[in-house]
């Protein structure tokens, strides 16, 4: 029986039988450009602010056209979504519920101290803490904590706040910190005196948020960005001094390289990585020497990658040269460090991709993966022996923390499946005893053994095997019957970890199906694995999703048509790809910080993110095969005269890397192009960027929106619009 109107259904959405409102139609002013000899004509260029990097600065620089129109999107997107306003509260108040509002991490050592980070309850930013390490406190009180920051005080009135690094000095008298106060990822550093808990006069704007002390606490290095939003050259900033002052490291004068900076587990060195999706080049500063200048490890040459730790008298030095597809680690002399001289330490192994390393003293540590999971291998770097961490589970995550120190015997690692809250251990190294320090708790309550945490394989167009990591109830009919959440990225090398996420749980907890797709265009399986998903070969990251869907259908755990797509940034071009190839597939598709208009993205040099994104999908400007394959997927290019299912676009106005226009062009296109189905709808934060809302808690309400949209999709549906779709 139907609901009587106005009365909520199971979804918790209300039905009624209003028509829907109009949706906004975006004004039609063509621009036409010749690229290659083809004729590009778009539509909505205009939706691009000819003053865009003002607004990343200063959102109320958007020109009033512009913010009409996306005004009038979120105002129809908000009608939409009325119905479920009820089913959003309630999405919010049980995520909520499942964050300890007072949580904190678990202090990491260093010297005298532990540090940490806690939350107040009801909180929104962290609290930066430490206290004595051995419980003392210089008659002050036993332990007494000391609060460095109060990040929730710091965002007080303002629309924005992300705290972004936090680095206390060597001699631990200073916390260098930094944060975003745009959502546009330009990061302000400041410097506090934990003796009187006051800001230093130092302050240095446009930064990536990164910072790396010198050895004497009495100055610190830093990544600045340059005029095109590109982190391109490292300085050295001089405590008590004008940032005009600033000592210059590094000037990047390629536009297609980035820059960051860290340094080895050691201390010894500042890393200076410079780097695009497929080449990087290391140069290296010794802290300890007085007087050093900057040492180049190995040139950039095209294709070879590398990373660098230091223990002793040698670099060992994670690479793919020399054909190491999956890496290996190599060592080189501290004063020879040239390619020549590398000596394989663990050779390269085919199907076996180390991902990570670090050295702690004696011991080298890697993270590596091998048919989709993840395990830590420890070698004693004086007998050459190892041993591992793994777990006897068919999906979960691993990841590892070195912490501050490097003369330990311990370890911290982290662990978690898809139904197993995260754990954090401690790791002795010499016996290779755990203790377990600390089980994320979910206040409202959770049972691992009610859900069931499965991995299949999909069988793609080419017979590759796709691994699907799923989640569902364990008391779940699978009879077809039950919705999906289906998630994918398939770019960059990511990989989409199986580890413990809360929000998925209302979903599932729902009746949902909650499946990840380990497609191609990450490294799930092997650096090849990466390398079959980019540039001539993009196309397999949409046709192994759309294989993971009818796989899912396939063995029962839901149906065509019956399957949620959701996807962000480079996943959320994934989402427009697949809707274009297969749109009948998906009862709902939501696409968050969608790069979906990337052949003029990518065709636009003067964007400061376009140079360094040619490695990862090809140069359309110069190369006409790379045009030709980007416009054959290109989301934005690709709409059609075809039925559509429901989407739903989510974008940041002061997000530097998918910018607010690329959603809303896509939007507009849609409406005037398909034929029928929807609704299409768009929904602009504001006041944020790439990353959303900022506080974990505003964070929800974005979350709580598109898991309503994705109820909403597969149970009432929409009635149908009074004109358009």
């Not at 036993?142 to 460095?148: A, N, S």
């Not at 597809?325 to 080189?332: G, N, S």
Request: net charge negative.
């Amino acid at each position: 029986m139907r609901p009587a109107p106005g009365r909520r259904d199971q979804s918790g959405t209300s039905r009624r039988s209003s028509r829907l409102p109009a949706p906004p139609r975006a004004a039609v002013r063509t621009k036409e450009s010749v690229v290659h000899g083809v004729i590009l004509r778009d539509d909505y260029d205009w939706l691009r602010a000819p003053n865009w990097k003002e607004v990343l600065r200063e959102p109320d620089a958007l020109p009033t056209d512009i913010r009409a129109y996306l005004d009038a999107e979120n105002a129809y997107c908000k009608a939409l979504m009325a119905s479920t306003r009820g089913l959003q509260r309630d999405l919010v108040k049980e995520m909520r519920g499942r964050i300890k509002e007072d949580d904190s991490s678990v202090p990491q050592p260093d010297g005298a101290w532990l540090y940490y980070s806690r939350y107040r309850k009801g909180a929104e930013h962290p609290l930066i803490c430490r206290r004595p390490r051995d419980g003392q406190d210089s008659g002050k009180g036993k332990g007494r904590e000391r609060i460095m920051l109060d990040a929730d005080a710091l965002a007080e009135g303002k629309d924005f706040f992300d705290l972004g690094d936090t680095a206390h000095s060597p001699n631990h008298r200073l916390l260098a910190w930094s944060a975003d106060e745009a959502g546009s990822e330009l990061h302000k550093i400041r410097v506090r005196d934990l003796e009187t808990g006051e800001d230093l006069a130092d302050e240095v704007n446009d930064t990536t948020g990164e910072i790396v002390w010198a050895s004497d606490s009495r100055s610190f290095f830093y990544v600045a960005l340059d005029a095109d939003h590109r982190p391109s050259r490292v300085l050295r900033h001089r405590l008590g001094t004008t940032t005009e002052t600033d000592e210059l490291l590094h000037d990047e004068a390629d536009a297609g390289m980035f820059v960051d900076i860290d340094k080895t587990q050691s201390g010894r060195f500042l890393l200076i990585s410079i780097s695009d999706h497929e080449t990087s080049e290391i140069r290296l500063l010794d802290l300890n020497a007085a007087g050093a200048t900057l040492q180049l490890l190995a040139a950039r040459q095209p294709g070879r990658q590398y990373s660098v730790e230091h223990h002793a008298g040698d670099f060992l030095i994670l690479t793919n040269a020399e054909g190491a597809e999956d890496f290996k680690i190599v060592t080189a002399p501290l004063d020879d460090p040239a390619p020549e001289r590398w000596r394989d330490l663990v050779p390269h192994k085919q199907g076996r991709l180390i991902l990570d390393h670090v050295c702690l003293k004696g011991r080298l540590i890697r993270l590596e993966r091998e048919e989709g999971l993840p395990r830590i291998v420890i070698r004693d770097l004086a007998s050459g022996t190892e041993s591992s961490i793994a777990f006897d589970e068919e999906a979960y995550g691993l990841g590892m923390d070195a912490g501050y120190e490097f003369d330990t015997n311990t370890l911290r690692f982290l662990y978690a499946s898809m139904a197993r809250p995260t754990e954090t251990y401690d790791y002795d190294l010499a016996t290779g005893a755990r203790t377990l320090l600390k089980r994320q708790e979910v206040p409202s309550g959770h049972d691992p053994a009610a859900y069931k945490v499965r991995r299949i394989f999909a069988t793609a167009k080419d017979g590759e095997r796709v691994p699907i990591s799923i989640l569902h109830r364990a008391d779940l009919k699978l009879d077809g019957s039950a919705p999906c959440l289906l998630y994918g990225y398939g770019s960059y090398g990511s990989a989409m970890s199986a580890a413990f996420r809360t929000r998925p749980l209302s979903l599932v907890d729902r009746g949902f199906v909650y499946a990840i797709a380990h497609i191609r265009g990450g490294t799930d399986k092997g650096w090849r694995w990466y390398l079959d998903g980019k540039r001539e070969k993009k196309r397999n990251s949409f046709t192994d999703f759309i294989a993971a869907a009818e796989a899912l259908a396939d063995a029962g755990f839901t149906s065509r048509g019956r399957i949620v797509a959701e996807g962000g940034s480079a996943g959320g071009m994934l989402m427009g790809a697949v809707a274009n190839m297969a749109p009948e597939l998906f009862a709902g598709i939501v696409a968050e910080v969608p790069f979906v208009d990337v052949l003029n993205t990518i065709l636009d040099d003067t964007l400061p993110l376009t140079p360094p994104e040619w490695p990862e999908w090809g140069d359309p400007i110069r190369d006409v095969k790379a045009f030709e394959t980007i416009r054959s997927y290109s989301p934005y290019d690709n709409v059609t005269a075809q039925d559509y299912p429901p989407i739903l676009a989510m974008g940041g106005l002061t997000d530097p890397r998918v910018t607010y226009w690329e959603p809303a062009k896509w939007v507009a296109r849609l409406r005037a192009t398909m034929t029928g189905g929807g609704p299409i709808l768009l929904h602009t934060n504001m006041e944020a960027g790439h990353g959303g809302a900022a506080g974990r808690f505003d964070s929800l309400k974005e979350t709580a929106l598109a898991y309503a949209f994705a109820v909403k999709a597969v149970s009432e549906g929409w009635p149908a619009a009074k004109t358009g779709i």
